[in-house]
């Protein structure tokens, strides 16, 4: 079984910056796929970043381009997110969610992950 745990939020002012971390573990053999989502009050999850299933690509929310990077370490089991020039609309709680054999069409979709964390939130005040 796939745990995953998410670390690192907290409360910043606009403009400023975040890491969050995310371990995941129990995945022994597997090539998991890891991403980040975000969910703020009365909306859907949606995608924020994430790597590609043989981790050679990157794809970021059209909203975060070039202000948030998703990194990981050599033994892809810890994913990072680093969020710089943060705005309000940045608040939401984050998720870090992992799966196995996700196809390229369905790596923003929040179904095709199966194993998330618990969430951390990230607010930005204005």
């Known amino acids: 079984q796939v745990e995953v745990e998410e670390s690192g939020g907290g409360s910043v002012q606009a403009g400023g910056s975040l890491r969050l971390s995310c371990a995941a573990s129990g995945g022994t053999g597997r090539t998991l796929v890891m991403a980040w989502f975000r969910q703020a009050p009365g909306t859907e999850r949606e995608y924020v970043a994430g790597?590609?299933?043989?981790?050679?690509?990157?794809y970021y929310a059209d909203s975060v381009k070039g202000r948030f990077t998703i990194s990981r370490d050599n033994a892809k089991t810890t994913s990072y997110l680093q969020m710089n020039s943060l705005k309000p609309e940045d608040t939401a709680v984050y998720y870090c969610?992992?799966?196995?054999?996700?196809?390229?069409?369905?790596?923003?979709?929040?179904?095709?992950?199966?194993?998330w964390g618990q969430g951390t939130q990230v607010t930005v005040s204005s």
């Open positions: 790597f590609s299933r043989t981790g050679g690509y990157t």
């Open positions: 969610a992992a799966g196995t054999g996700i196809i390229t069409s369905s790596l923003r979709i929040a179904g095709a992950y199966s194993y």
